[in-house]
């Protein structure tokens, strides 16, 4: 009786195991490129990309909006799939009252980084490219 419910629960943990997500392309990095949104604004874009675990990235995004506007902000990007090289992320931030919450919903591979960003007043793009070395 002893074995079998040994042997139970260790045929139980291999299945969880299994069963837990693991992805192989890791994003923690540091990163360029760029933001635009639908008006017609855009501006140079960097992103700090810190693995907090298999699921889950702490990003910090700076940029400037206007050319002379700085901006930084961090967001807890999940990892919500993979298919073959792409990972799959989405999240969100309140950047306070006057932007309001934003939502993302991003792709990202080995060296690419795409996300689309809403909130009730913009829309946009961020598009940035591996900078430096892990």
Not at 110 to 126: H, I, L, R
Request: proline fraction near 2%; glycine fraction near 8%; charged fraction near 20%.
């Amino acid at each position: 009786m002893v074995r079998r419910c040994f042997l139970t629960a260790i045929s139980l943990c291999t299945l969880i195991l299994a069963a837990t997500p693991s992805f192989a392309t890791d994003l923690s990095s540091c990163w360029t490129g760029c933001w635009q949104d639908c008006d017609g604004h855009h501006g140079p874009l960097k992103g700090s990309f810190c693995k907090c675990d298999d699921c889950h990235y702490q990003v910090v995004f700076t940029g400037r909006f206007w050319k002379i506007f700085p901006f930084r902000y961090r967001v807890t990007l999940n990892v919500v799939a993979q298919e073959g090289d792409k990972v799959f992320l989405e999240g969100e931030s309140y950047l306070g009252r006057l932007f309001g919450t934003f939502t993302y919903s991003a792709w990202a591979t080995e060296t690419d980084f795409v996300a689309d960003y809403s909130s009730c007043k913009y829309q946009g793009k961020f598009i940035l490219h591996r900078s430096c070395c892990r």
